[in-house]
Structures are given as structure tokens and as C-alpha cells.
């Protein structure tokens, strides 16, 4: 994750402003041309269909290439990362960051980590589309911005390390003086400054995970008062017990004058007669920029906790990468396959930079 922002962050200085949307910067990208070598055969895709996405991908693909057929199977993220462990598939698509076994798995096999190509910004407000992490706190919080460092103080806990990919980076520790659990130690006085921290968010899963990629350094060690809620409307939460979904945690830091949660813009948008809770500015690091979620950061990609989704390939180091699955990811990454983000509407395109870091992953 730290390799993903460096690359993002070097490409960055020969783009646009990083706050101008994604869309105004399609027509600077490259050009999708069509391979002059012969482009035949059935190239196997499996995993996430991105709402639709990645079959508009293949069918803007074949009509460039229309000797090549896709063999497409859109059988979700948990079962991809093993389709192309054992070489039954060469592209797998994955609406979440891959976890400790996924990368376990594929090493074993393989001896080195598959290759992660971010394709698209995750969503603003689609439900089931990888949505950006927003912080809520009651509204009479006078707190407006925290940083991800601050985050971690709150959310987390003292920790001898945490992982990146499958490895263990006891760099990644800090002792337990860095913990936040009274609003005081964030600068709140009067009769906020003594007050406990209480936090609220999502359950282990798809979203609890990247929170502890992003914001915890890769530890799964969370503040001992955290309280934990599932999705509503999924197999995860069953009917008759909404009170443990995230709908009714939103509606619980209502009530909490001294809470903190996260969740995302789809379930806000869920709850309309939710007014009692606000939205926090965030910055990546110490002394900001602080970013307000929105429709303009989360395209350009400077909201701290903008999600991604992804492709992962097989690319052996010191190998070239297979032709065909290069040149399909190079129309993903050309200026046509971005435009369909833009016109699917439920992903944002990459902004150039981006483009950029991942087209290089590909030599």
C-alpha cells in the first residue's frame, strides 16, 4: 500500500492540480492502439464484475480485437485470487485489497506476490462499490479535520508491528503513548476535554480491512471500546436483527454526544432522518492538507481514504508479462477504457498520475 501511494505520489508532479476531477484529465492519457502482432485466443477473466464495469471493458476490448474472446466468469472477489493461484484465469478482478491469505496462498504457489493494478477509484455513494471511508461525529463536536496519525490514536492500540502484504513490519508498531482516548488530547476543552473516546464501525471484513491497511499501518489491534456493526442488506446481517447493522450504528452516534465512527456516504444516504451527525475533513499526514469527502476528491483521489479496485496478475520478476493480458490492461488504462468508467458512473477514472504508476507496473 505505501508502494501504491510513492508511485502515485512521483507520477504526480508532471499532472494536473490534484483537485481537478478525473474527467478532465481523460484526454490526456494515452491512446488505446491496437497490437500490430497477431491478437488471437480466449484471454480468462475472473472475479468482481464491478457493477457492470468490467463486461463494458471486454466488449470495448473485442471490438478492437475481435479474433480474441473473453472467457468472463464474475465469480466475486473471495474465490478470485485461487482462480489465478492455479493458472486457471489470467486476470483477476477484485473490488477490495487482497488480505494476508490471499497473498499466502499465491506466494506458496508461486514464490512471489501477484502484481496489483489499480483500474478505478471506488465509489461515492453505490452501495457494494468499494465507497470511500467517512469519519461521523455528533454535530455538536466542534472538532472539524483529524489526521489519518490522529485516527490511528483513536481507533487503534499499542502494537509491536502490523503487516504489508503477508509481511510482518515491526516498524509499523508504536507504544501505547500514542493512544487517543479523551477528546482533550485533540485539543477539546471545557466539559470535552475529559471526556472518553467511544468508537463505532464495521465488523471484520472487505472495509474494517482497508481501514487497517490505510489507518492502523496493517495491525488488526483496535481500541478496546470499539464497537462493531454489520452491512445492512446483506447475507452477513439476517433479517430480524437490523439493530447490529451499520444503519442503526449511524443512528447510535446520534445519540453519543462523545462518539466516532466510520461508514461510508452509501448507508448515510440510507438514514436521511440521521441529521444529528457531521462528516470530518481528513489529511494524510500531520499538518494537511485536510480533504473534505466528495464527488471532486474521491475522482482526484485526495481524500485520504478514497478506495480503489483492482486487477491482480501473474507477472513473474525478471519475466515480460503475457502479451495479451499487457495489452488488455493497456486499454483498461488508455484514455477509452477510462472514458467508460466515466460513462459506467459508478466508479471514478484514475487521474493521469495514476495511470501512469500502474501502465509502469506493466513493463
Not at 488471437?40 to 473485442?62: C, H, I, P, T
Not at 443512528?251 to 441529521?275: C, F, H, N, S, T
Request: charged share 20%.
Amino acid at each position: 500500500m505505501n508502494t501504491r501511494r510513492l508511485l502515485i505520489a512521483l507520477a504526480l508532479a508532471g499532472c494536473a492540480t490534484p483537485y481537478s476531477l478525473a474527467v478532465t484529465e481523460i484526454a490526456d492519457l494515452p491512446t488505446y492502439q491496437k497490437p500490430e502482432w497477431t491478437n488471437k485466443g480466449v484471454l480468462r477473466v475472473f472475479g468482481a464484475g464491478l457493477k457492470g464495469l468490467v463486461k463494458q471493458w471486454e466488449d470495448g476490448y473485442m471490438k478492437h480485437n475481435p479474433d480474441v474472446r473473453i472467457a468472463d466468469n464474475p465469480g466475486g472477489s473471495d474465490a478470485a485470487i485461487g482462480v489465478l493461484q492455479h493458472g486457471t484465469a489470467e486476470i483477476a478482478v477484485f473490488g477490495r485489497e487482497m488480505e494476508l491469505n490471499d497473498y499466502l496462498g499465491f506466494y506458496e504457489n508461486h514464490g512471489y506476490n501477484p502484481t496489483e493494478i489499480t483500474i478505478a477509484s471506488g465509489t461515492y455513494d453505490t452501495p457494494g462499490a468499494s465507497w470511500a471511508l467517512l469519519i461521523f461525529v455528533n454535530k455538536d463536536n466542534p472538532l472539524a479535520q483529524l489526521t489519518l496519525q490522529q485516527l490511528d490514536g483513536i481507533f487503534g492500540s499499542e502494537r509491536t508491528g502490523g503487516y504489508e502484504g503477508f509481511v510482518w513490519k515491526p516498524e509499523n508498531g508504536r507504544g501505547a503513548d500514542k493512544n487517543i482516548r479523551t477528546w482533550g488530547q485533540l485539543g477539546l476543552t471545557g466539559g470535552w476535554a475529559e471526556k472518553p473516546i467511544q468508537t463505532y464501525g464495521y465488523a471484520n471484513g472487505g472495509m474494517a480491512h482497508f481501514f487497517e491497511i490505510e489507518v492502523l499501518q496493517g495491525s488488526n489491534k483496535w481500541n478496546p471500546n470499539y464497537r462493531q456493526y454489520a452491512e445492512n442488506g446483506t447475507k452477513i446481517l439476517t433479517p430480524g436483527r437490523e439493530s447490529s447493522g451499520i444503519l442503526t450504528m449511524l443512528a447510535d452516534l446520534e445519540r453519543d454526544r462523545y462518539g466516532i465512527g466510520w461508514a461510508g456516504m452509501p448507508q448515510w444516504k440510507q438514514v436521511p432522518q440521521i441529521k444529528g451527525i457531521k462528516v470530518l475533513a481528513l489529511a494524510a499526514k500531520p499538518g494537511g492538507p485536510f480533504v473534505v469527502p466528495g464527488k471532486e476528491t474521491l475522482a482526484s483521489r485526495a481524500y485520504p481514504l478514497t478506495r480503489s479496485v483492482y486487477i491482480y496478475i501473474d507477472k513473474e520478476p525478471g519475466r515480460p508479462l503475457s502479451p495479451r493480458v499487457k495489452d488488455f490492461l493497456q486499454y483498461v488504462l488508455s484514455a477509452e477504457g477510462q472514458d467508460i468508467v466515466r460513462r459506467h458512473g459508478v466508479y471514478f477514472p484514475l487521474p493521469c498520475a495514476s495511470v501512469a504508476a500502474q501502465r509502469a507496473k506493466l513493463d
